[in-house]
């Protein structure tokens, strides 16, 4: 059974595929974490509280309960009683005091997954999933706290979020909600995280987990550049293959805390949720709030399974947009191109070019609306420039689409400018606080997305363009972090709650452009990677990785990424040399084979090409034809690392039945004095033949002894090979 209650032991067992979660009922209703690893029988596994040693008896000891709550694996600890490590729950009375003491109140499994009101979630049939509330309560305060698992019975996920109600007779304050805490005992562990920059996301980064708190965090309204809402444990001889991994991922996008905290008994606690740097948020009698999800994977197999259930559970339970599995148009987008300096004719220009040589939709990016002509105005006025394109959207989209390509659009729905007239209009409407100046980033500010009013507006003119001519993409982008935190929508007590409501804003807007237009490809974008989430992931298939298109930067940067999201959700474009972020050169396929790795397009003039890159992008086309479905379907395979190793990039995708194969390597440097490689494969069948560029091995040599790749000469090299099982 994948969720049941065990009288006896008065223990919760939540059993994935190849794990188990197990949660005690302890002396005095408190709820203590037990286990959380490889699927094991559970009976008699509550020895593991240790309720016989001194000080864990909380009914008999009580002169020692300071010590019972500072060293307990608290299920959900709160602060303000004794617990000094992370709390992962924090309620301010109206009176000003901040305790709680959560005591078990009773449970309930129910089949499937409930959704979360206003927030993206995974989703699953009540065949897929089972759910187990824990309802604990303050009697003081007559807070409930829902505590939610649910379980996936197919993949080993189990994800978590927090319900609270205000049961009582006064308003609370809510200062801290995260959604998930683990207590693990006794053992070594490193830490993975995600770091970087604009233009530099996503870098990973390993380090052993020392006495003390270490997190990850954001307080830049978006999951951001420079961290990641994921953390993972591992144990020091964890590799791609080997040892174990405790990960975790927030489905959201706004500031976040990742942290993991060894203390005074060398346990280590890990807890992940909303940031509660500047969060408060005033709950009144009757009002309920609920903190977004987090995602928990647990591999005893390496890395490499926690990545492959990642994907499985964002690919199946997670993105909604039809265009999940569906051949997704090849795209020319015309930043790289011609950033702000275009007409209507140098676009149906790249559009003839580009449809001739396989692509198949033409994306206008920034600088076609208001007066827009560098990136210091007029957002906010999504009125099309008819200075610069004559003839207005639809007769540049009936142009396109005469070339056979279609049309898509960049916006930036979140932003105001102050040159615009929408600004004029509604000064009050960017996020500010009276009295001082706003700081500008960009040259923009944001919108105050914690107010209906601006949201609907927003909403309206944005519809209104899709509307009025044929739009197939959405190129949604975020170019500012926020900054003096004020709203005139919200009083005083309730300003600590803008950060979130702003989130909750982007994501009705994003909700009701997908229900609204049910084809519409959307992607989300955040100056490149700022926003790259799995809250993101549930209103667009797709999300643009980096503004960095140099294919060499680009192997850390998706690397990083795809440890975490599937293939198919990665932005990725060919763009010139020498590269406009790092003056690169590097080969026009090598620049092909690393695109191939996400979702393929292009970025830059097609009007300037050589004939012969020309011919070149005719090939990467039908390439991206040909296996475009394998790399969105299959499983990710990391081979080698170069920002990790230093050794050439390499990875694989392989079918789900393991009948077809492709291997991406890139050898980065050239070295002197070489000889020919042997590259060990993985995720084939060891008792398969499989054919490579018409020579036949079996699968237990490739994967053991390795394919053999010739010394190249010449640096930034890379190779495609399909691997094909035969008979
Ligand atoms: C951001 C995006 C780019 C481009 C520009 C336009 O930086 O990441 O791809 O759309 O904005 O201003």
Aim: proline fraction near 4%; charge should be negative.
């Amino acid at each position: 059974m994948a969720v049941f209650y065990d009288e006896q032991q008065r223990i919760f067992v939540l059993n994935t595929p190849d794990t188990s979660y197990v949660i005690a009922i302890v002396d005095d209703g408190y709820l203590g974490h037990v286990y959380y690893g490889k699927k094991v029988d559970t009976s008699g596994i509550r020895y593991l509280m240790r309720e016989d040693e001194p000080p864990y008896v909380p009914g008999v000891n009580r002169r020692e309960k300071n010590s019972f709550l500072d060293m307990f694996p608290m299920e959900y600890p709160e602060t303000g009683m004794g617990d000094y490590r992370e709390t992962a729950f924090c309620v301010r009375s109206s009176a000003g005091h901040r305790a709680s003491e959560l005591k078990y109140e009773g449970y309930e499994i129910v089949p499937g997954k409930p959704a979360l009101e206003g927030l993206p979630a995974t989703w699953g049939k009540e065949e897929d999933c089972t759910t187990l509330k824990l309802f604990c309560r303050d009697s003081l305060l007559n807070l409930q706290v829902c505590l939610m698992y649910t379980v996936f019975e197919k993949l080993d996920v189990i994800t978590r979020s927090v319900l609270v109600e205000n049961q009582g007779q006064e308003s609370v304050y809510l200062e801290k909600v995260l959604s998930a805490c683990l207590d693990l005992h006794d053992r070594d562990y490193e830490m993975i995280s995600l770091a970087g920059s604009w233009a530099r996301e996503r870098h990973i980064q390993r380090t052993p987990l020392q006495y003390g708190r270490q997190n990850a965090a954001s307080f830049r309204g978006t999951s951001s550049h420079q961290e990641h809402p994921f953390m993972a444990l591992v144990t020091p001889e964890t590799t791609q293959e080997t040892g174990e991994v405790y990960a975790m991922n927030f489905v959201y996008s706004g500031n976040f805390l990742a942290q993991a905290e060894k203390n005074q008994f060398d346990s280590v606690r890990m807890t992940m949720g909303i940031h509660p740097e500047g969060f408060t948020w005033k709950l009144e009698p009757g009002e309920q709030f609920t903190a977004p999800e987090v995602v928990m994977v647990y591999s005893d197999a390496g890395l490499g399974r926690m990545t492959r259930t990642f994907h499985d559970l964002y690919r199946n339970n997670l993105i909604r947009s039809p265009y999940l599995y569906k051949e997704r148009p090849i795209l020319i987008n015309n930043w790289e191109a011609t950033y702000f300096d275009f007409d209507e004719q140098k676009l149906i220009d790249i559009a003839r070019e580009a449809s001739v040589l396989g692509i198949e939709m033409l994306v206008m990016d920034d600088g076609w609306f208001g007066k827009r002509s560098y990136d210091d105005s007029s957002l906010g006025d999504w009125q099309v420039n008819e200075e610069k394109l004559k003839g207005g959207l639809s007769y540049l989209v009936e142009e396109v689409k005469k070339t056979g390509m279609k049309f898509g659009i960049w916006f930036e729905p979140e932003m105001i400018s102050p040159a615009s007239e929408l600004f004029q209009k509604h000064p009050d409407w960017a996020i500010q606080i009276p009295g001082r100046e706003i700081t500008q980033s960009r040259a923009q500010y944001v919108l105050d997305l914690s107010r209906q009013e601006v949201v609907d507006a927003v909403y309206e003119m944005i519809a209104a363009v899709l509307h009025s001519a044929d739009i197939s993409y959405v190129k949604w982008d975020m170019n500012r972090h926020l900054t003096t935190l004020g709203s005139s929508g919200l009083p005083g007590d309730r300003l600590g709650e803008l950060m979130h409501r702003f989130t909750l804003g982007v994501y009705q807007l994003q909700e009701r452009l997908v229900r609204e237009f049910p084809d519409l490809l959307l992607e989300n974008c955040s100056s490149g990677g700022s926003r790259f989430d799995p809250g993101m992931l549930y209103y667009s298939p797709q999300i643009w990785c980096s503004d960095d298109t140099d294919a060499i930067e680009r192997l850390a940067i998706q690397e990083g990424t795809a440890l975490i999201y599937p293939l198919s959700c990665i932005g990725a474009h060919v763009s010139v040399c020498p590269n406009h972020t790092v003056g690169r050169n590097t080969p026009f396929e090598t620049r092909g084979h690393v695109a191939l790795a996400g979702t393929f397009g292009y970025e830059l003039d097609i009007t300037k090409l050589s004939d012969e890159e020309k011919e070149l992008v005719k090939e990467q086309t039908a390439l991206y034809h040909k296996y475009q479905g394998l790399i969105a379907k299959g499983d990710y395979y990391r081979l080698s690392s170069w920002t990790q190793e230093g050794k050439p990039d390499s990875w694989m995708v392989v079918s789900k039945n393991k009948e077809k194969a492709l291997l991406f390597y890139v050898q980065v440097l050239a070295r002197a004095n070489v000889k020919s490689s042997f590259l060990r494969l993985q995720g084939l069948l060891p008792d398969r033949r499989y054919e490579i560029d018409g020579k036949v091995y079996s699968g237990d040599v490739l994967m053991h002894a390795g394919i053999r790749i010739p010394a190249m000469q010449g640096d930034f090299r890379s190779l495609l090979m399909e691997v094909k099982a035969v008979e």
